[in-house]
């Protein structure tokens, strides 16, 4: 497989009252499992709200045992081993508590300028020699970068996770970030924002971000602006690496044909030179947390032929309990693509009247999840003639989950949202990157069967309340471009969601 460069991925991959949140465990890393509280008795009803003995998920869930292992210098070692017979191949990745939230006022941008700029050469490697030693090991090298999270991994055969092991170990470590190649790789991202700026879902995301965050990190674009990305130097990548780059941030996750003591032994001896700053993610969040703001973007083109838009409310962080029944909520409220045909046929209510009505040729529910918030609604793209009927259907779908939800629909996008999440993880490369995000994310990996046992907890009556505390007189952020003088008013949106 080619050398190759991700730019970033969005992850589009969610406070309920004290007494509903006692029903759900909380995802916060805890020291050993039998310590939670005693779980609801819900938590034994399983894909049918009718009465009938509980059935038992983990015959069907049971996955190669996780190991975790933390180095004296606070790097975690976490792999899942798959079957030599079963895997011939071996994806292995670092996972950095460190995204473009972190950056220091003025320099947006430079977590995404390193990512591009850490295979441009090493002590030991030109850019050349590493581009040639990944393809002629069959291999692939990529990289990702999002708003709170950067990612270096590897997929390799197994008998080449050494010298994978050993790149990522250099280019983290040894990169020279020359002249020459920062001032060549400007213009790479300059010409990559302008290809950005050419995929309207991206462009809408980021005007979301920045009208729910106002005045935030959180609210930046991942590239940065223009005028960050031309100055961006030697010094601020540097300063980034020794501020962000830490043994306490880092995970190292392996997964398929792998062996735990082995990937143990080889990042202790090669993962030497990064900083010990005890200093935390949580830490740096909890210093200056987000703080969601009701407001909007607005970009008037009449040249478009479609009217893009995205309604979003404040969303939990990842470790609150309530991200577990705002990932159902989205799975019930769903998605659904006029190219596609399924409209009235569809589960989801919401696409149902979309589909008959022909109001929309696409729409799609999103729930993200940081550290310490998150966003939740719905995007669309439409008809300029048909954005206040649409409008009014979408307010109206999202305002009912407040007040009228059927077992049955949620028992649906229960199930609907299992098998998203198994679907997600198949494939060394899949499994490595969950078990290294979740290691950041909770401080440990969550066993399917405890997670699928907190999305079955989840009933009618708890989607109605968590949709209560989330949507019911609360703010709005909403984003559009094109065609829009028809969509009503931000103001109108926001008293869509007065109580009944």
């Given amino acids: 497989m080619a050398f190759s460069f991700s730019r970033f991925r969005r992850k589009l991959d969610a406070a309920l009252s004290s007494a509903v949140r006692a029903r759900y465990l909380s995802l916060s890393a805890r020291p050993s499992l039998p310590e939670e509280p005693a779980p609801d008795p819900r938590f034994l009803r399983y894909s049918s709200p009718d009465a ?49 939230r972190f950056e220091a006022p003025g320099t947006n941008g430079t977590a995404h300028f390193l990512e591009h700029m850490i295979f441009k050469g090493t002590r030991r490697r030109t850019a050349r020699s590493l581009e040639e030693e990944i393809e002629n090991m069959g291999a692939r090298l990529n990289a990702y970068t999002s708003r709170e999270q950067t990612t270096f991994f590897a997929d390799v055969q197994s008998k080449d996770v050494a010298v994978a092991v050993d790149v990522l170990a250099d280019i983290l470590q040894n990169s020279k970030f020359p002249d020459h190649a920062i001032k060549r790789e400007r213009g790479v991202i300059l010409r990559e924002m302008e290809e950005v700026q050419g995929q309207v879902e991206e462009v809408i995301f980021d005007h979301l971000h920045s009208a729910a965050f106002q005045g935030h990190p959180l609210g930046d674009t991942i590239l940065g602006p223009e005028e960050n990305i031309r100055g961006i130097s030697r010094v601020d990548l540097q300063q980034y690496i020794s ?81 577990i029944p705002l990932m159902v909520i989205q799975s019930l409220l769903g998605s659904w693509n006029k190219s596609i045909g399924v409209g009235n046929c569809s589960g989801s209510q ?59 629909e949620v028992v649906r996008a ?87």
């Fill in 52 to 100: 009938r003995p509980p059935l038992d998920h983990s015959p069907f869930l049971r996955f190669p045992q996780v190991r975790l292992t933390t180095l004296p210098s606070g790097i975690r070692v976490v792999t899942q081993s798959a079957p030599i017979s079963a895997s011939h191949t071996a994806s292995i990745g670092v996972w950095i508590d460190a995204g473009s």
């Fill in 243 to 323: 501020t962000h780059y830490t043994g306490h941030r880092m995970v190292v996750s392996a997964a398929g044909a792998v062996k735990h003591d082995e990937i143990v032994n080889m990042v202790g001896r090669l993962f030497t030179n990064f900083s010990t700053d005890p200093t935390t993610a949580d830490q740096l969040v909890n210093a200056n947390p987000a703080v969601f703001t009701g407001s909007e973007v607005r970009v008037q083109d009449e040249g478009m032929p479609l009217a893009h838009f995205a309604i979003a409310f404040k969303g939990s962080s990842w470790t609150d309990p309530n991200s």
């Fill in 350 to 408: 919401l696409a149902r009247r979309v589909g008959t009505d022909d109001l929309a040729e696409n729409i799609m529910a999103f729930n993200t999840n940081y550290r310490d918030i998150g966003l939740f609604g719905v995007y669309s793209i439409a008809s300029p003639k048909c954005l206040r009927e649409l409008s009014c259907v979408l307010m109206d779908e999202i305002k009912r989950l407040a007040y009228q939800v059927s077992e049955a």
């Fill in 414 to 500: 229960r199930n609907q949202l299992k098998s998203v999440l198994l679907l997600h993880i198949d494939g060394s490369t899949a499994v490595s990157e969950n078990n290294g995000r979740q290691m950041l994310t909770y401080g440990r990996v969550l066993p399917f069967v405890e997670l699928f046992a907190r999305i079955d907890a989840v009933d009618a009556a708890a989607i109605m309340e968590t949709a209560r505390s989330f949507i019911i007189n609360k703010e709005v952020a909403l984003a559009a471009t094109g065609p829009i003088q028809e969509l009503p008013e931000h103001s109108w949106f926001c008293a869509q969601t007065a109580a009944q």
